[in-house]
């Protein structure tokens, strides 16, 4: 197998999710002598965590399409808000753990708790803790 394009764009979690959904429909229509043993392992795994992190059935491409833009207020690059979408922290002290050189990009502690509240609005609070490792 070759990789022909290495990034053609960043998907969130849900996006994963979904992608493996449509992977695992189409193993289950195989016979069961066709189908990989591996595969379903690490589909059945890969789903079970990602089921556990992400909201309850909300209409996400449309939220996803609502609320990217309004990053722009706070000049994140592409990652950051990736990594804010799918983690969704709900502290400043997270979300500077997060963005770099926030200090710097987001002055004032006003701003970095308007991006908190407005998360915390659209995206409800997150089903687990985040766990950052040393």
């Not at 591996?38 to 996803?64: N, P």
């Not at 990736?82 to 502290?91: A, F, G, K, M, V």
């Not at 500077?96 to 308007?114: A, C």
């Not at 915390?120 to 997150?126: C, F, L, N, Q, V």
């Amino acid at each position: 197998m070759e990789v022909l394009n290495k990034q053609i764009t960043f998907l969130t979690n849900y996006e994963v999710l979904d992608l493996l959904n449509k992977v695992k429909k189409e193993e289950d229509k195989k016979s069961k002598n066709d189908r990989s043993k591996h595969l379903s392992t690490i589909l059945y795994e890969v789903c079970l965590d990602l089921c556990g992190s992400q909201m309850s059935c909300l209409a996400m491409t449309s939220l996803l399409a609502f609320f990217c833009p309004g990053y722009d207020l706070f000049q994140l690059t592409a990652a950051e808000t990736l990594q804010l979408i799918n983690l969704r922290p709900s502290t400043t002290t997270e979300i500077q753990l997060l963005i770099e050189e926030s200090e710097e990009r987001i002055k004032t502690e006003e701003k970095l708790e308007s991006l908190v509240n407005s998360k915390a609005h659209h995206w409800g609070r997150p089903k687990r803790r985040i766990t950052f490792i040393n």
